[in-house]
């Protein structure tokens, strides 16, 4: 039978009672072999090998067809509901023996309301009009395919989809507690079903019109057989979400969400080689900028060390506290506090091989005769620009926030540090 399990699936749905699926479940395991269903007596079916007994024709030699767990259940759950004594395989309601042209009508009825077609002659099931090229769009279809698999083909925003069309209005909280996922995630969800699930007076998610019209078609046959097309053709991840992966790991992110004493650890290593780097180094922070410290001029080195350190914390809950406040106000993504400020700290880590490199390159002479100050400046940009990268991901990872979006906020953070620096006329 050549349609997938998908799609047999939605056939299944598509049956009025037991005999129907337990027919379709026959019919899917024959997969094309000849032979009569009226013909076909009980005491052709072990029920203890789940094994089938047929003859192609009368003067055949019988043969042996081993069923489907799945057709077992059926075949079980049918011959218990029968309150008859024929030894039809098949019978009605009344006892009577079905006829091949009512087995098949029912075959034909089923297949139809899938959006299938039914060969007769070979016992077959098959996408509607497999001759021709696959169609992702039926005629009189309200939403183009493509559309809906881009939408819903992560599991996740399927689940969102299903679970309020099948519940109705839910909050926030109880959609969280029901798919078992962090704030962070749902609201990047959210985010990308902008359209389909929308927000009531009461604050609660429901699907839209079109949210409906997409959770009708996602139990479709017409679903099923367009993600077959679909599936061999999927895009590759985006250049964008590829720069994003090498800049911020998946596991680091996940360790980050789940609270793991390695993830607090290596924060804790940034923010404290960190500020013994700019002591080092003699550098004060500005958020994401470092300028040569003169405070050595009027201070003592115990008290310019905790200056200078200060200085580097204080950048890194600067970053934190924009970050948060952006992200909550401005796109309304509340929660994973914590996560974010642990997270923030890894932006740090570019600043950090800055901070070597200066305490290096001040104490020696550049071979190629360029001013050292002139390439540190140069090596700076290209570091705060990683930076800058590690933050948007980082956000977008944590708050839920497409790339885009999170860029905006770490452009803030870029544009902080000048006007930092310039007030303090660096």
Known sequence: MPVSQDILQVMLKNCDNRLERFLLMLVSDLDGRHVKLADMDGSMVDKVRGLLRYQSNPSSKAELLKL???????????????????????????????SDQELLSMLTKIAGRSGLDFNEQSLTLQSARAAQNPRLVSKGASRDMFYIHGIVSHPLRRQIVELLGDEGPLGFTQI??????????????????????????????????????????????????????????????????????????SPLIDALRAGSPVAILGAVLVLAIGAFLVYQARLETLVLLLNPSSLGLVLSPTLEAVVLEAAFFGSWIAIYTVSEAIATVLFGRRGEHLVLLVGSAYCLIPLLLFEGWWDIVTNITLPTGVPALTVSRIILVILQTWSLGILATIVARVKGLRLDKSAVIALAIAYLSILIAYVGGV
Do not use: W
């Open 176 to 249: 969280k507690n029901r798919l078992s996922v962090r704030v962070g995630t749902l609201y990047y969800h959210f985010d990308t079903l902008a359209g389909i699930v929308t927000q009531g007076p009461d604050k609660k998610y429901m699907l839209t019109d079109a949210g409906r019209d997409i959770y009708a078609k996602l139990h479709s046959a017409e679903y099923a057989q367009s993600g077959e097309v679909l599936s061999r053709s999927l895009p590759s991840p985006s250049s964008m979400d590829r720069v994003g992966r090498i800049l911020v790991p």
């Open 68 to 98: 489907g767990p799945n057709t077992m259940k059926s075949y079980f759950e049918y011959d218990s509901s029968r309150r008859d004594n024929n030894p039809a395989l098949f019978a009605s309601t009344k006892g009577d023996r079905l």
